[in-house]
């Protein structure tokens, strides 16, 4: 009876304990709850900032393009006004005229060679619309020159047109008859190392230990011309019946005026303008661009010299894109295939070439 008295008398306080440890648990789990949304928002807080992070980061090559766009909207607006600058320079004032315009002709020639070196690093649609640009400059420049200047009068020359032997196509203008249409403007030649004013000769040049970074072939007829090595830029002006065989080209490479050539060459960004009945083979990072272009036909990368892996690698050219027949026609806006190139055939292909020993001519493998 003791006994059960005593265990009646034990619950009232057990009953007030176990309420009291309940009490704790919940109050335990409360606040790991609380520290768990916590850890939660902490966590959140911490991955926003890292992608508020990475987004800051991506932002340079926005900038880039951006400073580069504003860079190039300067230059427009300066040419232009010096365009509008030259409408009021009286005609008496002929020499100093002149001087204006090829001013301004090597500014706009300046502008594009600029727009060609950076087309691999910019919008392929913010290269369409700079090259457009400086298209209407050109025109703008080209009406200027022909209200202005009286035809047999205006003349653009280069340094290299000084010499006793003219260049090779202003002696076939001699014997074409006179038209009625202005003299163009035409695109001015780059004063950097290279082969000029050369008819029937082999051309051999090596670039590995130099430090020539633009190299120009320009008013050439039936040569053959064998770059060994890697340069920064290539300039192509005035060839006829040449076959030209080059190393890597770290940035871009620019064709003006070709009849009847081959091209094996390998560069970043390619442009190839007023060529006619020529083949390309190609290497090339972004797709070739042709303007004012007819009858060209293209195929892979055939070229070979002892050393040629190590400088295709060091330009960044040692993959094959297979951009080479992937070719942008700008002078061509329809959805269907441009009529101004081509694949070449395989069996009409040359095949490797290999240039190794400047004493020896360009070999077939």
Known sequence: MADEEDALSSNPNEAPNHSEESRQRKHAA???????????????????????????????????????????ADSKRSIESRIAQCRLTPTSESTQLKSNLDSISASISDLEKLVAENSYFLPSYEVRSLLKAISDLKQ????????????KKFIFKNKAAKKEKAPIFDSMKEKEPETDKPAKVGFTVPESPGFR??????????????????????DLDSCEVRLIGCVRALFAHRLRNCRIFGGPVS??????????????IASHQIRIHHVKASDFYLRVRSRPI???TTNVRFAPYCLSYEGIDEDLK?????????????????????????????????????GLIKISDPNKGAEKI
């Open 30 to 72: 409360l606040l790991e709850r609380l520290a768990n949304r916590h850890q939660t928002r902490l966590e959140n807080s911490l991955t926003r900032r890292s992608a508020d992070s990475d987004s800051s980061s991506s932002s340079p090559s926005f900038e880039s393009t951006s400073s580069f766009l504003s860079r190039f």
């Open 140 to 151: 703008s420049l080209e009406s200027l020159s022909s209200e202005l200047v009286p035809k």
């Open 197 to 218: 004013n050369k008819t029937g000769e082999v051309l051999v040049r090596e670039f590995k230990g130099s430090e020539i970074g633009e190299f120009t072939i320009s």
């Open 251 to 264: 940035a871009s490479i620019l064709i003006e005026g070709a009849e009847d050539c081959v091209f094996v």
């Open 290 to 292: 042709i303007e004012d």
């Open 314 to 350: 060091s330009a960044g050219l040692n993959e094959e894109t297979g951009n080479w027949a992937h070719v942008d026609d700008f002078g061509w806006l329809r959805a269907v295939q441009s009529p101004n190139w081509s694949i070449l055939p395989e069996n009409d292909r040359i």
